[in-house]
């Protein structure tokens, strides 16, 4: 298995979600971790994996596409339509979702722009 499907499991995983015991959030912790990591690895061992992970901002499920968005931003340097795509992703979210996730884009956005305020004009 390769680490963008590796990454595509444990984001489906983290996206099903809807346990809360301790064990369970524990899982959910280590799968976020690795999702981080694989992205991380991508960008930094495995460039030629980079167009397929990206191309996971056009996945059917809107929480992976969440998951890659963030993803693409924070670890990976990517070019400007990857950007654009997973910038879109997290703006829809922040503009849509009406419960404490989408308030927590929101908050995500306007520390983004203040970091990387050209990214506003994307």
């Known amino acids: 298995m390769n680490l963008v499907q590796e990454y595509l499991e444990l984001a489906n995983d983290v996206v099903l979600f809807n346990e809360y015991d301790k064990k369970a959030v524990k899982e959910y912790n280590r799968k976020v971790t690795r999702m981080r990591k694989i992205a991380i690895a991508i960008e930094t061992d495995h460039p030629i994996l980079k167009n397929d992970f990206c191309e996971l901002l056009s996945h ?63």
């Open 60 to 122: 059917e499920n809107s929480g992976i596409r969440l998951w890659v968005a963030h993803h693409v931003l924070e670890v990976m340097n990517c070019d400007k339509s990857y950007r654009k795509a997973a910038l879109r992703e997290i703006r829809y979210k922040a503009k849509m979702d009406k419960t404490a996730n989408g308030f927590g884009e929101k908050i995500w956005l306007q520390d983004w722009y203040k970091a990387h305020p050209k990214d506003r004009w994307i």
